[in-house]
């Protein structure tokens, strides 16, 4: 298959989603899509339903695409539809269900895109596999053989595809999220305006995330609950989600509502790292948690639970922040604790690079297809 690199007449490169709900996947793909166009490649952002608050956060110069389906696999036709028209040189999608129709919308094209698949998630983490499970991972099998390219955000996920698609772990291409970049240190930069940041105030504890049970916010609740006993301190947990009753609820059990704050879905969450004393990641599973980096890549102090997969690759294995056992809430209070009182060491630049837009940007093009000339480095 021919391929274009900086031409008027290159068909463009595509990126599927589901939508732009708010998650790591999705804020994953809108900074590949930026840092693919400054490369001067046209990107197509293909979304099986144009919603989602990161609408108002689309790079410059990105074509949407919205097929207006009411679920991922009913976009199949008009995906197919799509290649067929566009003729995009490559298509990369993220998440199970995007995956398996952009392979799905591939066959009923006709078309020769290339198709490369990603993971962002440790698959089926720490439950047996119910019948719909089952009928999933099958589904996956099957599809997954007709990518082109298959990618894991982490080495963990690499295992776990491997292990639940019954595939060989070579097939499997690792790249690290695209994550650090100028925007982000530019808008860690932005002037706060919030009282609980002003100067004399108790330290602040971030968490963020989808308000969901992945992110199990609730032992970060409980280890915030003992934590204050033994000083002050308040937490703020940025994100929306079906878990927010249930986690308003924990507050008030335990009182805490005057020093807890879930504002929900903000602009702009990094200045709110910037400014935390202690970014903390509660997860159960993950895959590469992306707000984990981009805590480190502004300098705020870290603390992470040793969930599958990917704290213990960034942090690499507890240097650069502790890691604590899943849902154990009086070692991650003890852990945060710690951390206020003594900092670890600042992550080398050299470390954070491999995170970088820049990067990661140039591993995916490269998985797409497309070779960019190699950098200038200094003599």
Known sequence: MKLYLNSDQAPPLALFLPSLSGGGAERVMLNLARGISQHDLQVDLVLAKAEGPYLKQLPTGIKVIDLAARRTLASIPRLARYLRQRRPQALLTALNHANMAALAAKKLSGTPTRVVVSEHNELFPGKLIDKEGVLFQRLMRYTYAWADGIVAVSEGVADSLARVCDMPRCRIMVIYNPVIG??????????????????????????????????????????????????????????????????????????????????????????????????????????????????????????????????????????????????????????????????????????????????????????????????????
């Open 182 to 379: 100028e925007e982000l240190h530019q808008r860690a930069r932005e002037p706060l305006q919030h009282p609980w940041f002003a100067p004399g105030e108790p330290p602040v504890i971030l968490g963020i995330g989808r308000l969901h049970q992945q992110k199990d916010f609730g032992n970060l609740i409980r280890a915030f609950a003992l934590l204050r006993r033994e000083q002050p301190a308040r937490l703020i947990i940025l994100g929306e989600g079906e878990e927010r009753p249930a986690l308003e609820r924990l507050a008030l059990e335990l009182s805490l509502t005057e020093d807890l704050s879930l504002p929900g879905f903000v602009d702009n969450p990094y200045a709110y790292l910037a400014h935390s004393a202690a970014f903390v990641l509660s997860s159960a599973w993950e895959g590469l948690p992306t707000v984990l980096i981009e805590a480190l890549a502004v300098g705020t102090p870290v603390v992470s639970t040793d969930c599958p997969s990917g704290p213990r690759e960034i942090l690499q294995n507890g240097k650069f922040g502790p890691l604590v056992p899943i849902r154990d809430s009086a070692a991650l209070a003890k852990a945060i604790t710690d951390i206020l009182v003594s900092p670890v060491p600042k992550v080398p630049a050299a470390w954070l690079k491999q995170f970088t837009l820049e990067a990661a940007t140039r591993h995916y093009l490269d998985a797409l297809g497309v070779k960019l000339p190699e950098p200038l480095t200094a003599s």
